[in-house]
């Protein structure tokens, strides 16, 4: 294999666990609960309609040099809110909606830092 692409290989392992945990989930949950599973990814799938999340999310993924930051940054934002919702601080929030914006973050990022790796690919 090519020493460039097993530069951007390792460089992103991250991206490609995320993306694969996506998947997985999307998989599982339709074995396990599919009403919940459909009704998390509508709800990612609306989210993509609102711009400003997308670009979010897609300036953390391209332009945070180091992206466990990001990565990390997005689950333990959403266990905290996760929390706050359990405990009734956010009354009009539900953890289905929070884990929805989760994947879309999550996701839109893993591929911009992932293109942003494969940018640096030269042949």
Same mark, same amino acid.
């Given at each position: 294999? $090519?020493? %460039?692409?097993? *530069?951007?290989?390792?460089?992103?392992? #991250?991206?490609?666990?995320?993306?694969?945990?996506?998947?997985?989930?999307?998989? !599982?949950?339709?074995?396990?609960?599919?009403?919940?599973?459909?009704?998390? =990814? #509508? *709800?990612?799938? %609306?989210?993509?309609?609102?711009?400003? !999340?997308?670009?979010?999310?897609?300036? !953390?993924?391209? =332009?945070?040099? $180091?992206?466990?930051?990001?990565? @990390?940054?997005?689950?333990?934002?959403?266990?905290?809110?996760?929390?706050?919702?359990?405990?009734?601080?956010? $009354?009009?929030? *539900?953890?289905?909606?929070? @884990?929805?914006?989760?994947?879309?973050?999550?996701? =839109?990022?893993?591929?911009?830092? #992932?293109?942003?790796?494969?940018?640096? =690919?030269?042949?």
């Amino acid at each position: 294999m $090519n020493d %460039q692409l097993k *530069t951007i290989l390792s460089k992103a392992k #991250l991206n490609f666990a995320i993306l694969a945990c996506i998947l997985i989930i999307s998989v !599982l949950g339709k074995f396990i609960n599919p009403e919940l599973t459909n009704t998390i =990814f #509508l *709800t990612a799938d %609306q989210l993509v309609s609102e711009l400003y !999340l997308v670009f979010i999310a897609i300036t !953390l993924g391209a =332009f945070i040099p $180091n992206f466990r930051l990001v990565a @990390f940054g997005a689950v333990g934002a959403f266990i905290i809110a996760a929390a706050l919702i359990h405990l009734h601080v956010f $009354n009009y929030l *539900t953890t289905e909606y929070v @884990f929805a914006v989760l994947i879309v973050v999550l996701g =839109f990022a893993a591929i911009a830092n #992932l293109y942003r790796h494969y940018r640096e =690919f030269k042949l």
